[in-house]
């Protein structure tokens, strides 16, 4: 590499990002540029953090290149060197994962990680909660911004101390987490029972809400979601608790048998074979009400 002033070696990572995630998005209402987002965690790692080591600079700005672009390891490696690429790849998800263990090991790689990394990873985590609490993503509804605000502070828990000031960034943004509503029927995490998708790359649950309703969710992580949607998303059946019963009915004239108690009826729900049936069934068959929201994953 040539010698450039560390001004010229952090605006070259800046024109490759914007390049590489030119017709991205945010997934907040406004559908923002994407490039937004790794400029605002260079930004702060420079204003807050004090940072003023360029390398880390740069991995801010091009840390989701390779995970959400077609960028290569080996193309950074060329472009900007060892250390960036290093710690691109220190906080870049293995894709061939599911969305779920691939959250998982972000909190079990955690204490592992290296100074830049790390410093990259608390920015980053402060900055989808800052996003998320003052421009959501379309239908997350309360829950799922909860379960991410939680998420994103074990995460950042688990990361070795790197900076004072940056730690207290991001303790501010988690202290705006979304206050539960008790309004909200979905506003409580309630009880899973998994079962199989048909395709590969899907999966389904039937979740009892805490205020009784019952939730059918297709969860699509698969390559074709991915191409179509940029990431996962999730199909979410809601059933109300009033019309548990109705659905309770449904299933004893549909297949024979007594209507199961409504405490059994979740478990009932998951012996269909697949959650593409029993969705199927539901919206076809079952004459119940339901609301059908759709749910996008950062
Ligand atoms: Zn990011």
Not at 208 to 233: P, R
Request: aromatic fraction near 6%; charged fraction near 25%.
């Amino acid at each position: 590499m040539t010698q450039q002033s560390g001004a010229a070696q952090l605006l070259e990572a800046v024109m490759f990002a914007a390049e590489r995630h030119r017709n991205q998005r945010r997934k907040d209402a406004e559908a923002s540029p994407y490039i937004n987002h790794p400029i605002a965690l260079a930004h702060l790692l420079a204003t807050t953090g004090g940072i003023e080591d360029v390398d880390v600079l740069r991995a801010a700005i091009l840390h989701d290149t390779v995970e959400d672009t077609e960028t290569t390891e080996n193309e950074l490696r060329e472009r900007f060197g060892n250390a960036v690429a290093g710690i691109v790849m220190e906080v870049t998800d293995d894709k061939s994962l599911p969305k779920q263990r691939r959250k998982e090991l972000q909190i079990e790689h955690a204490p592992h990680k290296s100074r830049g990394a790390a410093l990259v990873k608390l920015a980053d985590k402060t900055c989808n909660l800052r996003d998320i609490a003052a421009t959501p993503p379309a239908d997350w509804p309360l829950a799922r911004r909860q379960a991410y605000f939680d998420w994103a502070k074990s995460v950042v828990d688990a990361l070795p101390p790197v900076s004072e000031p940056l730690r207290k960034a991001f303790d501010e943004a988690y202290a705006k987490c979304p206050a539960a509503q008790n309004s909200d029927p979905t506003a409580r995490e309630g009880h899973w029972l998994s079962m199989p998708g048909v395709l590969r790359g899907t999966s389904g649950f039937v979740r009892v809400l805490d205020s009784g309703a019952i939730e059918i969710e297709l969860y699509d992580h698969s390559a074709a979601a991915e191409s179509s949607f940029g990431g996962d998303v999730s199909t979410i059946y809601l059933i109300r608790k009033e019309n548990l019963t109705a659905l309770a009915n449904a299933l004893a004239i549909g297949f024979g048998g007594d209507a199961p108690s409504l405490d059994k009826l979740p478990q009932q729900l998951t012996e269909f074979l697949d959650v593409q049936s029993l969705i199927d069934w539901l919206v076809k068959n079952s004459g119940v009400p339901f609301e059908k929201r759709v749910d996008f994953e950062v």
